[in-house]
C-alpha cells in the first residue's frame, strides 16, 4: 500500500539527511583531506638577464608571442623596475628600439616585465575592427636558479619529513591555503622566511617557518657573468578536500 504522502516525505527527508551525514563523515575521515605542496620560483613567466640584454623584439621575451597574426599595432607598451625605479617607455610595434632595449637591460633581478600590446583586429562575425590589447608579465631571474642540494626531489623529500608529516591528520583545521615566501641568499642560505597566509594555528606555523630556515644550504643563484645573487622562493601546502 502506497505510504501518505506525509509520511512518504518525512522518510524522503530523513534519508536525505541521513546521507548528508554519511557524506561528511567520509569526508573528515578519509584520505581526500591530503595535502599538496610545493616550493616553487615566485614568478610565473620567467625571462633572464641576459635574454633581455640581447633581446630585439617581443618574441625574445615573450615566446608565445603572436607575431604571424597582430600586424595592425596602435601602441607597445613597456615597464621595467630599474634600480628600484618603474620606468616606462612606448613603441610602435614588436620590434624594440633602443629605449625600450636600454630599459630592459637594466631591469632588476627578480621583478616583473610589463608588456602590453595594443592593436587592432578585424571582428570574425562582424568584420569591423576592435581594439584590444595583449597583456604579458615576466620576472626576471638568474641564468643559473638556486638548487637544493640533491635537487627536487631531495627537497620534496626534506619537506615531507619535517613539515607535512608532522601536521598530517590535522588538515581539517588548517585554512585551506598557506603560503611561506623565503630567500636563498647569495651564500646558498635560506633567509627571511615569512608567512604570506598563515595556517590558522600558530604552532602549525612556526613549525613550518623553522622548517624553511633550517634546510641545508643551496647551490645559489647564479648570473652569466658567476656572480651569485639572491633568489626567491614561495612554499605552498594546500589542504584537499573531498
Not at 623596475?81 to 616606462?88: A, D, R, V, Y
Not at 614588436?94 to 595594443?118: E, Y
Not at 608579465?137 to 619537506?159: F, S
Not at 636563498?184 to 635560506?190: L, M, Q, V
Request: hydrophobic share 35%.
Amino acid at each position: 500500500m502506497p505510504l501518505p504522502s506525509k509520511l512518504y516525505a518525512m522518510k524522503h527527508l530523513t534519508m536525505k539527511a541521513s546521507l548528508s551525514i554519511f557524506i561528511l563523515f567520509l569526508c573528515l575521515n578519509s584520505s581526500a583531506q591530503n595535502l599538496s605542496y610545493e616550493i616553487h620560483g615566485n614568478y610565473r613567466h620567467p625571462v633572464t638577464n641576459q635574454q633581455l640584454i640581447t633581446a630585439q623584439t617581443m618574441t625574445d621575451i615573450n615566446p608565445g608571442y603572436p607575431s604571424s597574426w597582430i600586424t595592425d599595432y596602435v601602441l607597445t607598451e613597456i615597464e621595467a623596475t630599474c634600480n628600484g625605479e618603474k620606468l616606462s617607455v612606448n613603441g610602435l610595434n614588436d620590434t624594440l628600439h633602443d629605449t625600450q632595449r636600454k630599459i630592459l637591460s637594466s631591469a632588476d633581478l627578480g621583478t616583473d616585465i610589463i608588456i602590453d600590446v595594443h592593436y587592432r583586429r578585424n571582428n570574425a562575425a562582424t568584420g569591423e575592427s576592435q581594439l584590444n590589447t595583449l597583456h604579458y608579465v615576466a620576472t626576471v631571474v638568474p641564468e643559473t636558479e638556486a638548487q637544493y642540494p640533491g635537487g627536487n626531489d631531495e627537497l620534496m623529500k626534506y619537506i615531507k619529513e619535517n613539515a607535512i608529516d608532522k601536521i598530517t591528520g590535522h588538515e581539517d583545521k588548517l585554512n585551506q591555503n598557506i603560503l611561506i615566501q623565503f630567500n636563498i641568499n647569495a651564500a646558498g642560505e635560506p633567509v627571511d622566511a615569512r608567512l604570506i597566509r598563515t595556517s590558522g594555528d600558530q604552532k602549525t606555523d612556526k613549525m613550518l617557518l623553522k622548517a624553511i630556515t633550517k634546510m641545508p644550504v643551496w647551490k645559489p643563484a647564479v648570473l652569466a657573468n658567476g656572480l651569485t645573487v639572491l633568489q626567491q622562493f614561495t612554499f605552498s601546502i594546500e589542504a584537499m578536500g573531498c
